[in-house]
T-cell receptor, first 113, second 111 residues
Framework: GAVVSQHPSWVICKSGTSVKIECRSL??????MFWYRQFPKQSLMLMAT?????????EQGVEKDKFLINHASLTLSTLTVTSAHPEDSSFYIC?????????FGPGTRLTVT | QKEVEQNSGPLSVPEGAIASLNCTYS??????FFWYRQYSGKSPELIMF????GDKEDGRFTAQLNKASQYVSLLIRDSQPSDSATYLC???????????FGKGNQVVVIP
């Protein structure tokens, strides 16, 4: 159990466009989902905490108007990177919380050209 | 600023040996501690979690927690080439489910 999927697994987009990433918990209901970003050879940085039915809570320094998060159901959260720029190129990983544990999706590699 | 430190550089161990990884954290309020393994280009996978002081064993892995000294460690016994990966220490922040991660320790098991 505790399977989390992400779609797409990789995406290339042009600067100025928006990209939506989906995160789904496949076999359990997750009231809380988390979005992380990881640059090469660096650790995971928490971007925001997403709770079903309420607004996401963003970490300090993360632009909420640029990284739009929607948590429409207990199994789906989406992250939209708006007006993407090359510096947004990164590995975006979601996780779904069950009890005290977090289970990670496979990640989405975003490249902005 | 919640900090999780993993200061050791890449760790090379011969196959069958013990790999030892250490992690310190700054938030005394943290209650949950996790070790994740991350292969290159992949997302982290949970290896172990520990909540109480002392040791917790799961197969070839042992996590050790010392809240007074604010450190948590991971031992990998009988290291296998498949253990070659980056190991991330994570600590919950503010007593909730938000996690702060260390930078990770790369482990290379030499056959």
């Amino acid at each position: 159990g505790a399977v989390v999927s992400q779609h797409p697994s990789w995406v290339i987009c042009k600067s100025g466009t928006s990209v939506k990433i989906e995160c789904r918990s496949l076999d359990f209901q997750a009231t809380t989902m988390f979005w992380y970003r990881q640059f090469p050879k660096q650790s995971l940085m928490l971007m925001a905490t997403s709770n079903e039915g309420s607004k996401a809570t963003y970490e300090q320094g993360v632009e909420k108007d640029k990284f739009l998060i929607n948590h429409a159901s207990l199994t789906l959260s989406t992250l939209t990177v708006t007006s993407a720029h090359p510096e947004d190129s990164s590995f975006y990983i979601c996780s779904a919380g069950r009890l005290d544990e977090q289970y990670f999706g496979p990640g989405t590699r975003l490249t902005v050209t | 600023q919640k900090e999780v430190e993993q200061n050791s550089g890449p760790l090379s161990v011969p196959e069958g040996a013990i790999a030892s990884l250490n992690c310190t954290y700054s938030d005394r309020g943290s209650q949950s501690f996790f070790w994740y393994r991350q292969y290159s280009g992949k997302s982290p996978e949970l290896i172990m979690f520990i909540y109480s002081n002392g040791d917790k064993e799961d197969g070839r892995f042992t996590a050790q927690l010392n809240k007074a000294s604010q450190y948590v460690s991971l031992l990998i016994r009988d290291s296998q080439p498949s253990d070659s990966a980056t190991y991330l220490c994570a600590v919950n922040m503010d007593g909730n489910n938000r996690l702060a991660f260390g930078k990770g320790n790369q482990v290379v098991v030499i056959p």
